[in-house]
Each structure stands twice: as structure tokens, then as C-alpha cells.
């Protein structure tokens, strides 16, 4: 059993492996007296997991959450929340051709070379079924944190992009199609180009966009724990994530300051949000948005060269249940990072106020 962990205060530690029994975690920080919506965790889980739609991987789970402690009688205790997520549709066989073979671009390699060991059942640790317990915290994180609204969609599959501003958008789209995108039209084009993607045996990536509204004024702290490098920390800890911007991002490296600049009105709101809701490394109040980028999956269905464990480079060609596009089922993942952080942020406010 490996865990690791994320965050200060509310903090999730992440235990198990992508193939065995089951997965795990523990859930610390989260203030006691808070009634649990548990069909609310569910959904979000339901929105993760795989088999959901035919341009996600045809894995058949149920992902459901099985919690062992720090809730009692459906209200918080305080105390540490254990749960469990049990595996039920593992084929460890299918990962058997890559015992002694690593994939191009995976963390095959760099797991072996640095512990020496790996279990090659899927990716182990770099699996993305260790985001389960991701978004079963982030599910919970979002219950404590309600007043705020975290909105995550896909923005973007390959050269496929949603070029509208995120306030000219129908949030209530997002989740009526598979890749969600909340334009119909821009939907089914990124869809129609993961299929065909996948008909080749290929992969592609693309880029989801965050949305963080009714954010109090005062969340994030100087220099080292600003609130962008926290949320960039916990997009970045994300499989198949390359990239992270926030506000006007590298964009806003072409502007002026006098463009740039987001000019005040008398109620401290600002005319513009060049800023992405962040100045200073604290929010402002007004909306945070960000971006995230995610690669093309390793794992693809062609056949490829890749490096042996006797130092032989050898064709080899995937195979098994793999996302042609990790984008549509990262949508959650993002929302439930942005959650933790959010309800660290806000519990280390409280801390400060008292």
C-alpha cells in the first residue's frame, strides 16, 4: 500500500493500487457537524468513472464509495474519514506483455528506475484510477465549501477548440453530452474526432477550463502559498496533465499594461478580470478561471518501439481497456482538486480569524 498526500489543513491521503483488491483513502481536516449528501459523492463519481460513454475507456466499474470511519449517522464527526472504493472488473492479464517492456512516454520508466519495482498492472501509482480518490475528497470538499461554485468543462479536443468566453456559456450543457462541452455544435465535432481517433488506435489530448465563482475576497497567502500556485499544484499532480494557466495566462504576456491592467469600480470589483480572480496570490473576489492541459494517453493501439528491461529496444503494441481521450473524465477531477483547495484555503482563512 503507497499513499501520498495533498494539502495543509483538509487534506486527502491516497492509498492502493490500480489492479488489486481495491482503493482507498483517508480524509483529514474536514470540520465536524457536516451533514453528508452521499447521492451528491456518487454523482461525482458516476461522472469519473469508466464504461460511461463509447469514447472513454470500456472498463465496467461502479466506483462505489464504501466510507469506514468519520461519519456517524451521516453527519461528520471530525475525526479522520476512512473509505474504500472495491475493484470489480480488473484484467491484470491485459498489462501482462508490458512486465518488462515500458511504454513510450509513461511513468513505466521512471517508476522502475526509481523504486527499483513497479507494478505494471495498469500503471500502479500513475493510474488513473487512483483519481477515484480524488474526487470522493474533492465530492466532500465541494459539501463544505457550497456558497462557492466550481464549474469545470472541456474546452478544447486536438485542434477542436471552444472559442467563447466562459460567462457566454450554458453551464446546464455541460453534462448533456459525452465529452462535456457545454456548445452542442463544438461537441459533437470533438466527439466525431475522438472516434476516429480511436479507430486508428491512437490518442489525443485537450484542455479543460475552470470556473470558480462567489469566492470570498482574502483566500490564498503571499509568496510561497499563493492561491494560483496551489490550484496550479493540484492540476499539475493530475495524470496526463502538461500544462496550467490562469487568467489571461501566456495570452496576457502580448498585452500592455494599460490593456492588462483590470481598473477598479467603487465597489472593489474590477471592469475586467485580466487577473483571473488572483492578485497578489489572493482572490479579489472576482471569478477565478484557469485551464488545464492534458496530453494524448501513452498507451496507444499501434505498434510502436519501445525500450525492454535489458536495455533492447523492441516493437510493442498496446492493448486492453485504454481513454483514446482522458479529457471528458478528468472534468470532475479538476473540479474536485479545485474543491480541495478552495477548502483549505478557506479553513486556513477561518484559522487566521480566530
Known amino acids: 500500500m503507497a499513499g501520498n498526500s495533498f494539502g495543509s489543513i483538509f487534506k486527502v491521503t491516497t492509498f492502493g493500487e490500480s489492479h488489486g483488491i481495491a482503493i482507498g483513502g483517508v480524509i483529514d481536516g474536514c ?39 468519520g461519519i456517524f449517522e451521516g453527519v461528520t ?36 528506475k526509481k523504486y527499483g519495482h513497479r507494478d505494471y498492472r ?34 478544447s479536443v486536438g485542434n477542436i477548440t471552444l472559442n467563447k468566453n466562459y460567462s457566454d456559456l450554458n453551464f446546464d450543457l455541460i453534462e448533456s453530452n459525452a465529452i462535456r462541452c457545454p456548445e452542442p455544435n463544438v461537441a459533437e465535432a470533438m466527439i466525431s474526432k475522438i472516434k476516429e481517433i480511436k479507430k486508428q488506435g491512437d490518442t489525443i489530448g485537450g484542455v479543460i477550463t475552470c470556473v470558480i465563482q462567489n469566492v470570498p475576497i482574502g483566500l490564498g497567502e503571499p509568496v510561497f ?37 483590470d481598473l477598479f469600480n467603487e465597489d472593489g470589483s474590477t471592469q475586467t478580470n485580466f487577473s483571473g480572480g488572483i492578485q497578489g496570490g489572493i482572490s479579489n473576489g472576482m471569478d ?47 473540479e474536485a482538486m479545485a474543491a480541495l483547495v478552495m477548502a483549505d484555503f478557506m479553513l486556513l482563512n477561518h484559522l487566521y480569524k480566530h
Open 122 to 155: 495498469g500503471g500502479g501509482r500513475s493510474s488513473a484510477r487512483e483519481t477515484a480518490c480524488r474526487v470522493v475528497a474533492g465530492a466532500i470538499a465541494k459539501q463544505y465549501i457550497n456558497s462557492i461554485k466550481i464549474t469545470a468543462y472541456t474546452s
Open 288 to 334: 477565478i478561471y484557469f485551464r488545464v492541459a492534458f496530453k494524448p494517453v501513452a498507451t496507444i493501439m499501434q505498434k510502436q518501439d519501445a525500450l525492454n528491461a535489458d536495455g533492447k529496444i523492441e516493437e510493442m503494441q498496446g492493448k486492453g481497456r485504454h481513454d483514446p481521450c482522458v479529457v471528458p473524465r478528468a472534468v470532475p477531477i479538476v
Open 31 to 69: 470540520p465536524s457537524g457536516l451533514k453528508i449528501d452521499f447521492e451528491a459523492i456518487q454523482n461525482e463519481m458516476n461522472r469519473r468513472k469508466p464504461g460511461q460513454s463509447k469514447i472513454v475507456t470500456q472498463r465496467k466499474e461502479p466506483d462505489e464509495v464504501e466510507f469506514l470511519s
Open 77 to 112: 464527526t471530525g475525526t479522520s474519514i476512512g473509505f474504500v472504493i472495491r475493484n470489480s472488473n480488473q484484467k491484470s492479464n491485459d498489462y501482462a506483455h508490458i512486465k518488462d517492456t515500458y511504454r513510450p512516454s509513461h511513468a513505466d520508466f521512471t517508476y522502475t
Open 225 to 261: 502559498d499563493k492561491l494560483h500556485a496551489e490550484l496550479g499544484k493540484a492540476m499539475l499532480s493530475i495524470n496526463a496533465v502538461k500544462g496550467f494557466e490562469y487568467g489571461s495566462g501566456f495570452e496576457g504576456a502580448k498585452l500592455l499594461g494599460s490593456t492588462h491592467n
